[in-house]
C-alpha cells in the first residue's frame, strides 16, 4: 500500500492568486499523476509523469503546471487562479515494477476559487 | 475516444441486494483490470484487481468476473449493505512500459437500508 500525502486538503482562494499543490509519496515510485475530478464524476488525467525531470500532460487541457525534481515529490501550481479551476485535485502514483501498474491516491486536495 | 466503457453511470439497489457495473474495453493488450472505490471526499481505493488469465476472483463480498473473448468485465457486489455506497471505478492497464492506466467514467451506487 501506498502512502501518498496532499496538501493543502481544502483551500479557498481569491481568484488571480498563484496557488500549489504539493504531493509527496514515501513508496519510490516512478510513476506520478494529477487528476482533476468534479465530486463524484470521472476522473481525467492532467498531468503525469515517469520519472525525475519527466512531465508530460494529460487527457484534460490544464493551465496548469507541474515539475518532478525528486522522485518523492510532484507539485502541482496554477499560476493565476480562476474560479473554473474549483475542483477536487488527485495525486496519484504508481510503480512500474508491480503488476499491472497498480495506481495509489491521495486523499485529495478541495480547491475553490473565489 | 474512450478505451474502457463504464456502465451504468448509476446505480440504485436494497440492501442485501446484488450490484453488478459493466466495463468493457477495446485494446488487447489490457493484461491488468482493477476496480477502484471512492467514497465522498476521498481519494480512489484499489478494491480488486483480476488478471486476464482467469475467469473469475473474489474476495469477500465483492467478484470480478472477466470475458477475455468479450472484452468485458463486470464487479459483483453480493449482499449489498448501504456502507457500499460509494462510487465505483473500473480501470484497465499493461505492465510496466510507459502506459498509463485508464480508467471508466465511474459508477455511483447507492444502496437503501
Known amino acids: 500500500e501506498a502512502d501518498i500525502y496532499q496538501t493543502p486538503r481544502y483551500l479557498v482562494i481569491g481568484t488571480g492568486k498563484k496557488i500549489t499543490l504539493e504531493c509527496s509519496q514515501t513508496?519510490?515510485?516512478?510513476?506520478m499523476y494529477w487528476y482533476q475530478q468534479d465530486p463524484g464524476m470521472e476522473l481525467h488525467l492532467i498531468h503525469y509523469?515517469?520519472?525525475?525531470?519527466?512531465?508530460e500532460k494529460g487527457d484534460l487541457s490544464s493551465e496548469s503546471t507541474v515539475s518532478r525534481i525528486r522522485t518523492e515529490h510532484f507539485p502541482l501550481t496554477l499560476e493565476s487562479a480562476r474560479p473554473s479551476h474549483t475542483s477536487q485535485y488527485l495525486c496519484?502514483?504508481?510503480?512500474?515494477?508491480?503488476?499491472?501498474?497498480?495506481?495509489?491516491f491521495g486523499e485529495g486536495s478541495w480547491l475553490t476559487v473565489v | 475516444q474512450q478505451q474502457v466503457k463504464q456502465s451504468p453511470q448509476s446505480l440504485i439497489v436494497q440492501k442485501g441486494g446484488i450490484s453488478i457495473i459493466n466495463c468493457a474495453y477495446e485494446?488487447?493488450?489490457?493484461?491488468?483490470f482493477p476496480w477502484y472505490q471512492q467514497f465522498p471526499g476521498k481519494g480512489p481505493a484499489l478494491l480488486i484487481a483480476?488478471?486476464?488469465?482467469?475467469s473469475e476472483k473474489k474476495e469477500g463480498r465483492f467478484t470480478i468476473s472477466f470475458n477475455k473473448s468479450a472484452k468485458q468485465f463486470s464487479l459483483h457486489i453480493m449482499d449489498s449493505q448501504p456502507g457500499d455506497s460509494a462510487t465505483y471505478f473500473c480501470?484497465?492497464?499493461?505492465?510496466?512500459?510507459?502506459?498509463?492506466?485508464?480508467f471508466g467514467r465511474g459508477t455511483s451506487l447507492i444502496v437503501h437500508p
Open positions: 509523469s515517469y520519472g525525475v525531470n519527466s512531465t
Open positions: 485494446n488487447t493488450a489490457f493484461d491488468y
Open positions: 483480476i488478471r486476464p488469465d482467469v
Open positions: 480501470a484497465a492497464s499493461t505492465s510496466g512500459g510507459s502506459y498509463i492506466p485508464t
Open positions: 496519484a502514483s504508481s510503480d512500474t515494477s508491480t503488476p499491472g501498474n497498480t495506481i495509489y
Open positions: 513508496m519510490g515510485h516512478d510513476k
